[in-house]
Nanobody, 127 residues
Framework: QVQLVESGGASVQAGGSLRLSCVVSRYPFSRYYMAWFRQPPEKERGGVAVISPDSGIITYASTVEGRFTISRDNAQNTLYLQMNDLKPEDTAMYFC????????????????????WGQGTQVTVSS
């Protein structure tokens, strides 16, 4: 079955940087959109960033644009999220997600559009 394994979460101070990785197996990685979502404590899950199969389309949530960078390495079946200038409000469980079909623009940061999910990696930002 498809597996997604996130790593890189940690506790950091505000202003710091962190790089998350998601390694995907048993999946045609290069064919589909990939995304990062996050869920702060006691809040709903929301989209962070999404990237098209060829990296030609990238979309960020307004709260992270300019600070976070999503990228993918199709040869290594790996998705990345570089997070800079971290803020306490970035504290959340971060999830990697993979689609199983093409996505319309309105679906790209919609969690229900993604078929496969990792277990999450915790990011905690202290002030």
């Amino acid at each position: 079955q498809v597996q997604l394994v996130e790593s890189g979460g940690a506790s950091v101070q505000a202003g710091g940087s962190l790089r998350l990785s998601c390694v995907v197996s048993r999946y045609p990685f290069s064919r589909y959109y990939m995304a990062w979502f996050r869920q702060p404590p006691e809040k709903e899950r929301g989209g962070v960033a999404v990237i098209s199969p060829d990296s030609g389309i990238i979309t960020y949530a307004s709260t992270v644009e300019g600070r976070f960078t999503i990228s993918r390495d199709n040869a290594q079946n790996t998705l990345y999220l570089q997070m800079n200038d971290l803020k306490p409000e970035d504290t959340a469980m971060y999830f990697c997600a993979a689609a199983d079909r093409g996505l319309w623009p309105s679906q790209r940061l919609f969690d229900r559009a993604y078929a496969y999910w990792g277990q999450g990696t915790q990011v905690t930002v202290s002030s």
